[in-house]
Structure formats: structure tokens, C-alpha cells
T-cell receptor, first 113, second 112 residues
Framework: AQSVSQHNHHVILSEAASLELGCNYS??????LFWYVQYPGQHLQLLLK??????LVKGIKGFEAEFIKSKFSFNLRKPSVQWSDTAEYFC???????????FGSGTRLQVQP | DGGITQSPKYLFRKEGQNVTLSCEQN?????MYWYRQDPGQGLRLIYY???????QKGDIAEGYSVSREKKESFPLTVTSAQKNPTAFYLC???????????FGSGTQLSVL
């Protein structure tokens, strides 16, 4: 069975600080990896995804993530956060072995002005 | 506008009552999903359907039932067997399984 771990449950940063949110998954086969974001009062929306190719993927709003296969990781990064990045962030994995995405428990990011 | 519509936005269930949450999509997606969101637990998969007239149990299917009679509709019934139904329920769809999900705005279910 596949699973996803997000180690940071609540992160508080000041504006302009750098962000890295951890995501590790367990599944031995080929995976598709995603980061979703849920802004207060809004739908979950896709930040970025990795299917194949360049392991460094860039998403919307200046976010990027790096797939490190040997570490089963897909950490999310942003060099300089803004107050508007305050949201909950979810890592998710899909695979041929399970035809529905498995989500992590989420990380609540609070950016202080 | 293309998208996923969930209704109602808020729903209250009495003890011993079954309630049905609606999910409709006009994206022409084959796959549809129901997730339950609880604080600190992320999204957990209840049921999913890859195609009309077919669906599979997810990780927490006990106490829930679904149907997929039409491509655009995937209603979820929370039965009286579900002992802890209070949660935020999210419906999603995708073109194919394992691909990018499009989410609805959710239904908050509470027990009276």
C-alpha cells in the first residue's frame, strides 16, 4: 500500500523567509507526485506535479519541488514567502498500483507580515 | 463554467438517519472520488469510480455507499452505520485515475 508522510504539521514564517515543506512517500513502483494548496475558504487547487523527466518541477506562484527517488521524497520549496501564501499544503501520490491519489496529513503554513 | 458542484454546503444528520451528498461534474471526466477531510488527518479516500457503473472502496469505506449511474454524477450516502460522520467531505474528478484532481467546494456534515 502507498502512504505519504508530511512531517511539518504547522509552520510559522515571517514574510521573505524561505520555505521547505517535507514530503516522503512509500511505494516501490512508478509514482506521480503532487502538491495541492487550500487557501482559507477556497477549493483545493494544484500547485505542481511530477510525472516524469526533470526531477525539479516548477509550479504556480513561485513554488517548486524536487523529486529525489533515492529518498522517496518530494519536498516543496519557495525562496521567499508572502503573507498570501498562508494556507494548508498537501502532498499526494498516485501510482499504477492504486488508481486514486493518497494524500498526506497536510501542513498548515502561517506567514506573518 | 466547467467544474464540480457539491451540494449542500452544510448538512445536518440526526441519529440513525442516512444522508446523501451530491456531486456533479461537467468536465467530462471518467474518474470521480470522495474524500473525507478531518483536521490534522489530511484527506482520506472513501470511494472512487473509474468509469460509469463501477466503483471501488477506498481506505475508509465502512458506513458509506456510492453509486455511479451517470458519468457526471457520483452521490455519496452516509449511512447510520458511520459512527463518526462529522467531517468535511470533498468530491473530486480527473480525466483518468492517478492524474490531476479537480475538487468541489465541499460539504460540511455535522451530527445533531
Amino acid at each position: 500500500a502507498q502512504s505519504v508522510s508530511q512531517h511539518n504539521h504547522h509552520v510559522i514564517l515571517s514574510e521573505a523567509a524561505s520555505l521547505e515543506l517535507g514530503c516522503n512517500y512509500s511505494y516501490g513502483g512508478t509514482v506521480n507526485l503532487f502538491w495541492y494548496v487550500q487557501y482559507p475558504g477556497q477549493h483545493l487547487q494544484l500547485l505542481l506535479k511530477y510525472f516524469s523527466g526533470d526531477p525539479l518541477v516548477k509550479g504556480i506562484k513561485g513554488f517548486e519541488a524536487e523529486f529525489i527517488k533515492s529518498k522517496f521524497s518530494f519536498n516543496l520549496r519557495k525562496p521567499s514567502v508572502q503573507w498570501s501564501d498562508t494556507a494548508e499544503y498537501f502532498c499526494a501520490v498516485g501510482s499504477t498500483g492504486r488508481r486514486a491519489l493518497t494524500f498526506g496529513s497536510g501542513t498548515r503554513l502561517q506567514v506573518q507580515p | 463554467d466547467g467544474g464540480i458542484t457539491q451540494s449542500p454546503k452544510y448538512l445536518f444528520r440526526k441519529e440513525g438517519q442516512n444522508v446523501t451528498l451530491s456531486c456533479e461534474q461537467n468536465l467530462n471526466h471518467d474518474a470521480m472520488y470522495w474524500y473525507r477531510q478531518d483536521p490534522g488527518q489530511g484527506l482520506r479516500l472513501i470511494y472512487y469510480s473509474q468509469i460509469v457503473n463501477d466503483f471501488q472502496k477506498g481506505d475508509i469505506a465502512e458506513g458509506y455507499s456510492v453509486s455511479r449511474e451517470k458519468k457526471e454524477s457520483f452521490p455519496l450516502t452516509v449511512t447510520s452505520a458511520q459512527k463518526n460522520p462529522t467531517a468535511f467531505y470533498l468530491c473530486a474528478s480527473s480525466l483518468g485515475t492517478g492524474e490531476k484532481l479537480f475538487f468541489g467546494s465541499g460539504t460540511q456534515l455535522s451530527v445533531l
